[in-house]
């Protein structure tokens, strides 16, 4: 019995072995669109000094402020697709390694 669940098991994970095609820029436009509004929304309170942008440990408000929180919305959004896209190869590698020894 447990062994033929195994082996359905086996046969379900094999369809999700393949990597999907452009993971990479999937990633990265949705975790830069998903962190856009929050980025926008910061930048215009910094831009009328609402709340202070951090850069290199000092505070910053008004026009410099609302730049530097623009460039870095595409900066955190690389960095996380980066971890995403790693943290999803390795664990790709891991599913074919177990897929492919039974």
Do not use: C, D, H, Q
Not at 32 to 53: M, R
């Amino acid at each position: 019995m447990s062994l033929s669940f195994v082996i359905l098991g086996v046969k379900f994970l094999g369809k999700f072995k393949e990597r999907p095609k452009e993971l990479f820029s999937l990633l990265f436009w949705n975790f830069l669109f998903g962190y856009l509004p929050f980025s926008l929304l910061g930048a215009f309170l910094s831009l009328y000094e609402v709340i202070t942008v951090n850069f290199n440990g000092e505070p910053t408000y008004g026009f410099k402020g609302f730049i530097i929180m623009l460039v870095f919305t595409p900066l955190m959004a690389l960095i996380f697709t980066i971890v995403a896209w790693v943290y999803f190869r390795i664990g790709n590698f891991f599913l074919r390694l177990f897929t492919s020894l039974f």
